[in-house]
């Protein structure tokens, strides 16, 4: 473990921190965790992912309410080639003053997240828990992560016929959410940065085909 630490300390300094993350991952899988270089990686690959726009992520991550156009920038600065995919064009009305005007656009044409009804986004009302279930989701299916085969997971305050459903056991089954000690979701509660980040983190290691077994 000595050996690999020092390893994954020399490639973060080079800058090759998926590399250094994959050294790491073991080491955390054997017992051998080292948190503090752990965390050096993190700031590494934040500062790579967001560049001049790291504010906006550390605003992201201490909010206790996601915002919807905070939702739409998480996905598209972890999954950047969300923009290749084919998008439908939706008329949106109200996201010309929003600093993640780009995001949103492409978060709403190629489907993940989806305009309001009389053709708004709110782009600096909350996301719910059960819209950022409803985008985490869809972006597993597009991402084409593989499928988990647990059993559902029993859920107090939501029924097996609820349209979210599918959606939810999806979320949980690959460890994306949580429930609350009490074993409701709250579909319409707020997500919080401290669940939303490692959240998108999470499904970025699994569609890298890591984390399979936690």
Do not use: C
């Not at 969300?82 to 492409?106: G, K």
């Not at 299916?141 to 499928?147: H, N, P, Q, T």
């Amino acid at each position: 473990p000595g050996v690999e630490r020092n390893i994954a300390e020399a490639l973060m300094n080079l800058g090759r921190t998926e590399e250094a993350r994959d050294v790491l991952d073991r080491l955390r899988k054997e017992g051998s965790g080292d948190e503090s270089l752990d965390a050096k990686v993190n700031e590494l690959e934040d500062l790579g992912r967001w560049g001049d726009a790291i504010e906006s992520f550390r605003e992201i991550k201490s909010t206790q309410a996601l915002a919807r156009e905070q939702l739409a920038v998480l996905i598209i600065r972890y999954f950047p080639q969300v923009a290749e995919f084919r998008q439908t064009p939706q008329i949106v009305t109200d996201t010309q003053s929003s600093w993640a005007r780009t995001e949103v656009q492409v978060v709403v044409g190629v489907g993940l997240v989806d305009p309001l009804p009389n053709h708004t986004f709110q782009p600096s009302a909350p996301a719910t828990r059960g819209e950022f279930a409803l985008a985490m989701a869809r972006l597993v299916r597009l991402l084409r992560v593989s499928a988990r085969t647990a059993p559902p997971v029993s859920v107090s305050d939501l029924d097996s016929g609820d349209a979210l459903y599918p959606e939810i056991q999806l979320v949980l089954g690959h460890g994306l959410m949580a429930l609350d000690i009490a074993g409701n979701f709250s579909i319409n509660g707020d997500v919080s940065g401290v669940e939303a980040v490692p959240a998108v983190e999470r499904l970025l290691r699994l569609s890298h085909g890591k984390d399979a077994q936690d």
